[in-house]
């Protein structure tokens, strides 16, 4: 399919190359040392020149290329235009070479809605836990996530190598997951990856209900699908609001594409629309295998606190 390729194809093409660009600008900010961090509304919600910067130059990037993608970035940022050193034009070559899933292959460009989380992990990031952080782009169809990516900026950072620095991950429901090599945790174990900054009492209650083995507390959304579909983890368990779209839309379309699941904490889809609110309200539950045991130990109390949409 080099011909012509799909709408979609296309997008997810220069989405690839556009996240690899706004890696590089999230390491060369660290490296500048100069992080000018902002604090944002909420608790731990810090905002970074690296955050701003990734979002000026995905969003330009990408309105570029594509004009009618309506497309929804984290950051608040002045409307002006993005610096031409900012832009990528580049598409992934072997992305554009494959075969767009049939039930995508008609879909307008103005049919899609593009959820941007330029870094995601940014307290992490300030902090110099950098295999937290991820660049994170959704693209969302009728509601649906169809096809994510995912940056690692500092992936293999410590061993110390810049050559081999940073990774992208992408994948489509229905066409497959690409960029890692999925794993699954061994045995029965459950192995429960949940936040580091952002808990509470009712997140550790539910997280205790599940009867895990093992808990991880990390950064990033992205970076706990990471776990999931490397065999890290075996479910993500966020029992609060707090999550956004564009920490999801990207991330559960990888998982999904791999036969994963991502849902409130009733187990209920979240819907990606435009106009949708951009609080995961009630929370984020997600599993590469047995969705449905986890979310069957989600306690009474939790559900209570924690209305769908
Ligand atoms: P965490 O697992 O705490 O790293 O959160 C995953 C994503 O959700 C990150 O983008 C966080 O910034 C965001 N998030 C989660 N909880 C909150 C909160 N209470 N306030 C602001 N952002 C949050
Ligand atoms: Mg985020
Ligand atoms: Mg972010």
């Known amino acids: 399919m080099s011909g012509n390729p799909a709408v979609v194809m296309r997008v997810v093409a220069s989405a690839y190359a556009v996240a690899e660009k706004a890696g590089s600008i999230v390491r060369s900010v660290l490296r500048s040392g100069e992080l000018g961090i902002v604090q944002k509304t909420g608790v731990n919600d810090l905002q970074t020149l690296a955050d701003r910067l990734a979002q000026q130059s995905i969003c330009a990037s990408l309105s570029r290329r594509f004009p009618k993608l309506t497309i929804i970035g984290e950051e608040d940022l002045p409307d002006e235009e993005a610096k031409e050193d900012l832009i990528e034009d580049g598409q992934a070559e072997d992305i554009l070479q494959k075969t767009c899933p049939v039930q ?3 879909v307008k460009e103005e049919e899609l809605v593009v959820w941007v989380d330029p870094l995601d992990g940014t307290k992490e990031y300030t902090e110099g836990l950098l295999d937290n952080v991820t660049v994170l782009i959704g693209i969302a169809y009728k509601g649906k996530a169809i096809a994510g990516v995912i940056n690692q900026p500092f992936y293999n950072y410590q061993l110390g190598a810049e050559a ?6 992408w994948g489509i429901p229905g066409l497959g997951a690409f960029g890692f090599q999925l794993q699954e945790v061994p045995g029965e174990r459950r192995i429960i990856t949940t936040t580091r900054s952002h808990s509470n009492k009712i997140v550790t209650d539910c997280v205790d209900a599940m009867e895990p083995h093992e808990v991880i507390r990390v950064g990033g959304a992205g970076n706990k699908i990471v ?3 490397e065999g890290k ?3 993500y368990v966020f029992a609060s609001p707090g999550c956004k779209k564009w920490d999801t839309c990207g991330p559960e379309a990888i998982l999904r594409a791999v036969g994963g699941e991502l849902t409130d904490m009733h187990g209920n889809a979240y819907s990606y629309h435009a106009n949708v609110k951009h609080m995961n309200s009630a929370g984020v539950l997600a599993t590469l295998h047995n969705h449905q045991y986890y979310a069957s130990r989600v306690p009474q109390s ?4 924690l209305t769908s949409d």
């Open 227 to 229: 776990q999931l579909v």
């Open 302 to 305: 939790v559900l209570q606190a």
């Open 233 to 235: 983890a075996s479910a």
């Open 104 to 106: 995508y292959s008609d």
């Open 164 to 169: 081999d620095l940073g990774r992208t991950l």
